[in-house]
């Protein structure tokens, strides 16, 4: 069964996906945008509340949302006129599972910590 946990968690998310996704996360201003989107759930913030929460310039926003999105760990839906951005928890739980997938001597323990979006049945899909 161990090895069986162990290949759907390797199917799920590919060596090269998690360096992508790390990569993604290894620099300051696109790990607080994550967090920040983390801290809000499905209910996301608008990229402007975004450059005023954490003091970044729009251009700058931006480039680091293409970068977080290009990763899978960010997704946007459109309000009118507004782009929302929400944290994609369904890529993190994956990325935790994959580097989690050991601990505990081998024996599954990652369903209790997983993270879901608060106020929502399903959490977002991966554009």
């Not at 009118?80 to 369904?90: D, E, L, Q, S, T």
């Amino acid at each position: 069964m161990q090895l069986t946990h162990w290949f759907d968690i390797v199917r799920i998310m590919k060596t090269s996906d998690v360096i992508k996704t790390l990569t993604a996360l290894a620099q300051e201003s696109r790990l607080a945008t994550f967090r920040l989107l983390v801290q809000n759930g499905q209910q996301g913030l608008r990229a402007g509340k975004i450059t005023e929460l954490l003091n970044i310039m729009p251009t700058t926003l931006s480039f680091h949302l293409k970068e977080l999105s290009n990763a899978s760990l960010v997704n946007s839906r459109q309000e009118g006129r507004f782009v929302i951005y929400m944290a994609n928890f369904k890529r993190m739980n994956e990325l935790l599972e994959f580097l989690t997938a050991n601990c505990c001597t081998g024996n599954s323990c990652m369903s209790a910590m997983e993270c879901v979006a608060t106020g929502t049945e399903n959490p977002t899909k991966t554009a």
